[in-house]
């Protein structure tokens, strides 16, 4: 391990429907008619080019709306058991990094119009990449605990525990 520090400048801002955490989806399959807007500064705007072409794109961004404590044994919104951090999608985290996989609606200028938000509004966003099957979906996969779960990611709604 280093002792650098990495800095990121936000590129822009995501605007949904959602004041706070309580209440929105836990994921972007949890609603995906949740509408939301990303809207990147102009000096980023040409970058939007060409992502119409995708149907989904990712997400990554900043969870603003926490506290910045995190617990690595968590309780996820899924379970009723404490679990490693890092087999959650829990978003109090060292690194307040979050990630979705979101519909691509369409795009005018330097807005982003997407479905299936799972995020506050006004959350900083970090980057945009396309959402490619070939390379983002492995042909054999497993997931974990949550395979052993009756919880429906689609009836489950964020609260506040990770606040």
């Not at 506290?67 to 899924?78: A, E, I, N, Q």
């Not at 990094?97 to 006004?122: N, T």
């Not at 900083?124 to 990449?129: E, G, M, S, T």
Request: charged letters at 25%; proline letters at 9%.
């Amino acid at each position: 391990m280093t002792s650098d520090r990495y800095c990121y400048e936000p590129i822009g801002e995501i605007r949904t429907p959602f004041g706070t955490p309580e209440g929105m989806p836990i994921q972007p399959a949890g609603e995906e008619s949740a509408r939301g807007t990303v809207v990147v500064d102009p000096a980023y705007a040409a970058g939007l080019a060409d992502l119409d072409g995708f149907s989904h794109c990712i997400l990554l961004y900043h969870f603003h709306a926490g506290d910045g404590d995190y617990s690595l044994r968590p309780t996820p919104f899924l379970d009723e058991a404490e679990r490693g951090l890092f087999a959650t999608r829990a978003p109090s985290r060292p690194n307040p990094i979050g990630l979705s996989v979101v519909a691509v609606e369409s795009v005018d200028g330097r807005e982003l119009a997407v479905s299936g938000i799972d995020v506050v509004d006004g959350t900083p966003l970090v980057d945009i990449k396309p959402f490619v099957p070939q390379f983002d979906v492995p042909a054999d996969t497993a997931a974990g605990w949550v395979d052993e779960t009756d919880a429906g990611v689609a009836s489950t709604t964020a609260d506040d525990r990770f606040r």
